[in-house]
């Protein structure tokens, strides 16, 4: 039996939802992680300082008993989104980081940005006072392939902004692709990438070989395998820009197996088993520490976790439920397609 004992570990990209869905998922990831950054595409988004703090009331309140789980709220950004407003909410602890969402790029995101030129005043503001932007880097234009528009985000969107404001600090949300691995670790300064966990795992064959597979579909979509191993090499290095947002999204069966299924992947529950795994194929477990636990604090200026969490290699697959039942519905969790054998405690 091999076991690891890291610094609990933190989620820097985290999808929490509302209501129902939030009491169900939410004791799924404060089992395992002491903080998550939460993400504001609800409907309607979380737009305004005021409506930051009364989602963190309504997480809070949500939480199991004796739990002391810390959601680390962000803005949603629109084109009307007040500076002096989001000064405030960071000068006052309340957020740690505004999303861009290209309008119309993923799940709850027609509130997004169309016009860069709208947003320069909130991200000039934010360039100021060190505040991050964490982007979903995806363009949205009908005629650019879905399997390309992370890289043309990049070119067209990202780099032009960055050289346009380059003290603002930005966080490539769920990289999927080398162009965004090469980007990153070509940048001296102010950018890092969060990747999740099943982009380490799964490519589009996974998702689209021997039948569809709804529970893989997510945005961006999974690549081709030498985007993987990309992602794999850069996850598993110890490098400090990169670190762990499990973009855990859940859904609920009926809404993710119909003719027009959401994208999103649930990972919640079996994160660090799967990490795990990962890092010990590539015989880095050494450096999980780093990618769950150290380099998402050191970017967000923020204190590592005092506590710990031992995971534990067993002799037989651990069972982790298919499904997690929620008010609203059943939401089915990642299956990485193979036994896990790690458990976190
Ligand atoms: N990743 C996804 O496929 N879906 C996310 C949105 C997002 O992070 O893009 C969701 O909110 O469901
Ligand atoms: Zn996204
Ligand atoms: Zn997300």
Redesign the pocket.
């Known amino acids: 039996m091999t076991s690891l004992t890291i610094r609990r570990p933190d989620d820097w990209?985290l999808?929490l939802r509302d209501g129902d869905m939030l009491r169900g998922v939410l004791p799924e990831t404060s089992r395992d992680f002491a903080r998550a950054i939460v993400?504001p595409?609800l409907v309607p988004p979380v737009v305004t300082a005021k409506d930051a703090a009364a989602y963190k009331d309504r997480i809070l309140a949500a939480l199991p008993a004796g739990s002391d789980f810390q959601p680390l709220m962000t803005l949603y950004l629109t084109e009307t989104t007040d500076p002096a407003d989001v000064a405030a909410a960071y000068a006052d602890g309340l957020i740690h980081a505004v999303k861009l969402y290209p309008a119309g790029?993923?799940?709850?995101?027609a509130s997004g940005v169309k016009d860069i030129n709208k947003a320069m005043p909130v991200l000039e503001k934010m360039a100021e006072i060190g505040l991050p932007m964490c982007v979903?880097g995806e363009v949205t234009d009908a005629d650019v392939d879905i399997f390309d528009r992370e890289a043309v985000f990049i070119d067209t969107k990202l780099d032009p902004l960055r050289r346009r404001l380059p003290e603002l600090r930005v966080v490539m949300?769920?990289v999927t692709t080398s162009d965004g691995i090469d980007y990153i670790s070509e940048a001296e300064e102010n950018l890092a990438g969060t990747i999740t966990t099943h982009h380490l795992i799964i490519n589009r064959n996974h998702l689209l070989v021997g039948g569809i597979k709804p529970h893989y579909y997510?945005?961006p979509v999974a690549k081709r395998e030498e985007h993987r191993l990309a992602l794999r090499s850069a996850a598993t290095s110890g490098d400090e820009r990169f670190f762990l947002g499990t973009?855990s999204?859940p859904?609920t069966d009926p809404n993710k197996l119909c003719d027009c299924g959401?994208?999103?992947?649930f990972s919640a529950t079996n994160t660090m088993a799967c990490l795990a795994h990962v890092f010990e194929e590539e015989n880095r477990l050494d450096n999980l520490e780093a990618f769950a636990s150290l380099n998402g604090p050191a970017y967000y200026k923020l204190p590592v976790n005092e506590g710990t969490m031992t995971l534990t290699k067993q002799d037989s697959p651990v069972a982790y439920p298919k499904t997690i039942e929620t008010g609203e519905g059943p939401v089915t969790l990642f299956d990485p397609g193979f036994p896990l054998y790690w458990s976190a405690s």
Do not use: R
Request: charged share 10%.
């Open positions: 990209h999808h993400m595409n790029a993923t799940t709850n995101s979903h949300e769920h997510c945005l973009d999204a859904h959401c994208a999103g992947v």
